[in-house]
């Protein structure tokens, strides 16, 4: 395979940045080394099928694009003829993996979105083409390709998972030394940017006309809604720390978050139509029905259907209880329920049970 390419140096160890179409990505040579018990010397984690879809309805929508170029290793020396300056023609040969260090979402994404999502259509496997950083560990003086895979791998995720927000690093960066001492007496960095996510997540729902949550969150210096910020961005806590979902940006968590809460509304439409009567979206809705959001999130990955607003209404249909108007009216089951957390917890549990035992049932079918 040969590929126009630029190249680059850092430290005196080459780079080559090109791009690849859609097609070329879909080719069965390129792959990530898996860590499993079979594969103990792979460094890279298991796909989520889940957030992989979600990659793929994005791009699919011709207003979305994605400019972050996925890092790949080639083990086998390439050889690189220039043509003018840096750039020139990279040769790899044809037998070569292109093994996925960064980007193996985004690879899967594409994938899927060129064999087509329902109701999404297709992804051009020519027309598309996405930005693509090549390494060459043989170039790198180290014969042990693995390990220089395994350090950027490493060094970049742990990096991007320490701060999920990017406008987090960005507060933290321009504070002073003495207000970074303080920030010790506001928590610990991760709590504080989980709250940062809380809150933009909260903002972005209550801006958004086609969200359920459009205006209904009260943030300070305005009149009373149905739930305070304070009482909305506790409860998203675990959906932040869920091993799933804190995986996603804030983007798509927002969107995730909606179509959850979209498929309560088709459900619970007396419920949201006189939401005053109603406790579904007041401080006892939103922190049991963030907590079941983890469950019915792995149940749908589980069984590989989207975090749509279709899927979700299909599995909580699936519930004998808690999916109803009635269920959540102020004088019925969850109105009644007191305003602990001790209590938000226990119907959130008898929720998750629900779901699970619906879940069971759709599997038997």
């Not at 780079?15 to 097609?23: G, I, N, Q, S």
């Not at 690189?80 to 093994?99: C, T, V």
Request: proline residues 5%; glycine residues 6%.
């Amino acid at each position: 395979m040969e590929l126009p390419a630029f190249k680059i140096k850092q430290h005196d160890i080459p780079l080559y940045v090109t791009f690849m179409t859609a097609e070329q990505l879909c080719g069965e040579n390129v792959k990530p080394d898996v860590w499993s018990p079979q594969n103990p010397e792979g460094y890279q984690r298991t796909l989520q099928k889940s957030r992989a879809r979600l990659f793929a309805r994005y791009i699919l929508n011709t207003q979305n694009i994605s400019p972050p170029a996925v890092l790949l290793s080639i083990r086998e020396p390439v050889k690189f003829e220039e043509i003018g300056g840096q750039y020139g023609r990279l040769k790899i040969p044809d037998n070569a993996i292109f093994w996925v260090v960064d980007g193996q979402h985004r690879i899967e994404g594409i994938r899927m979105a060129v064999r087509g999502l329902r109701g999404c259509g297709r992804l051009s496997p020519t027309d598309f083409t996405l930005p693509v950083i090549i390494m060459c560990p043989p170039e790198m003086g180290c014969d042990d390709a693995r390990y220089r895979e395994a350090k950027q791998f490493v060094g970049i995720n742990r990096t991007q998972k320490r701060v999920r927000v990017d406008l987090s690093d960005r507060f933290i960066a321009r504070l002073t030394d003495e207000q970074r001492r303080e920030l010790m007496v506001l928590g610990t960095i991760t709590k504080l940017e989980m709250t940062k996510a809380a809150v933009e997540v909260a903002d972005r729902l209550n801006n958004d006309p086609g969200s359920p949550w459009y205006q209904k969150i009260t943030i300070p210096g305005q009149r009373r809604r149905l739930v305070s910020q304070k009482a909305f961005t506790d409860s998203l806590k675990p959906v932040l720390k869920d091993p799933l979902l804190s995986q996603l940006t804030i983007a798509e968590l927002v969107d995730v978050i909606n179509e959850y809460w979209k498929a309560w509304q088709r459900l619970c439409p007396t419920a949201f139509e006189k939401p005053e009567e109603h406790v579904i979206q007041k401080t006892t809705g939103v922190f049991v029905l963030h907590d079941l959001l983890t469950e019915a999130a792995a149940v749908l990955d589980y069984l590989e259907r989207d975090w749509t607003c279709e899927d979700f209404e299909w599995i909580l249909s699936m519930m004998d209880k808690g999916n109803s108007s009635e269920f959540w009216h102020k004088d019925g089951e969850a109105g009644s329920v007191g305003t602990s957390m001790k209590a938000f917890r226990n119907l959130a549990e008898e929720l998750k049970r629900s779901l699970k035992a619906g879940a069971f049932k759709a599997i038997r079918r």
